[in-house]
């Protein structure tokens, strides 16, 4: 059974960090595309984040390029987001997704609809 856990989430003021932790059980975390997604009110889900498993390339959407890194550890089959420098815009709802589907490059997993499996979600608060 496919499982996604997200935690990591709090209040930070502006220019804290934060690290996401997303802790799979049921796959292999190194044979799965793996994404960080994040959800503002009252706006759609978007990528923030993501690896390539077919090119070993990641993906950052503009508004986070240096200052978020993904990264993954096999022994604790878990994939973590750092966040640094964050800002107020960042507030929002955080998810990983997960999906057996191996084939595609970096932009494609940068899509939501790129996705089958999907962790409840931590909530980020920036305050400014």
């Known amino acids: 059974d496919v499982q996604l856990q997200a935690s990591g989430g709090g209040l930070v003021q502006t220019g804290g960090s934060l690290t996401l932790s997303c802790v799979a059980s049921g796959f292999n975390v190194d044979d799965y595309a793996i994404g960080w997604f994040r959800q503002a009110p009252g706006k759609e889900r978007e990528g923030v984040s993501c690896f390539s498993r077919k090119d070993g390339s990641t993906f950052y959407t503009d508004s986070v390029k240096g200052r978020f890194t993904i990264s993954s550890d096999s022994a604790k089959n878990t994939v973590y987001l750092q966040m640094n420098k964050l800002e107020p815009e960042d507030t929002a709802v955080y998810f990983c997704?997960?999906?057996?589907?191996?084939?595609?490059?970096?932009?494609?997993?940068?899509?939501?609809?790129?996705?089958?499996?999907w962790g409840q979600g931590t909530l980020v608060t920036v305050s400014s």
């Open positions: 997704g997960a999906d057996p589907d191996t084939a595609y490059g970096q932009s494609y997993y940068s899509m939501e609809g790129a996705y089958d499996y």
